[in-house]
């Protein structure tokens, strides 16, 4: 589409960046990591497309119709309706 992005994605960034940079934002991605890597392939829930990395405490719920979350924010950090 030929939309331009609002200013709501710089401000949920910029809470991205204040709020997942703290030791508890870390730890807590650092243990989601591990279970995930500890649960076998054949259990995980199936993914519409395969992206590196986790998003710990940080995800953006959308219905990407405009496509500018994958603008603003990691592949791992959003997740489609």
């Known amino acids: 589409r030929d939309t331009q992005p609002h200013e709501g ?5 910029g809470w ?10 870390q730890q807590m991605s650092a243990v989601l990591a591990q279970e995930m890597a ?3 392939s054949a259990q995980r829930q199936p993914e519409p ?5 986790n998003a710990g405490g940080f995800f953006v719920y959308t219905s990407n119709v ?16």
Do not use: L, M, N, W
């Open 16 to 25: 991205r960046d204040t709020f997942c940079s703290t030791r508890v934002s």
């Open 49 to 53: 497309y395969q992206v590196e990395g």
């Open 9 to 13: 994605y710089k401000i949920i960034r």
């Open 38 to 40: 500890s649960i076998p």
């Open 66 to 81: 405009d496509a500018h979350c994958h603008d603003y924010f990691q592949p791992f950090e959003v997740r489609e309706c």
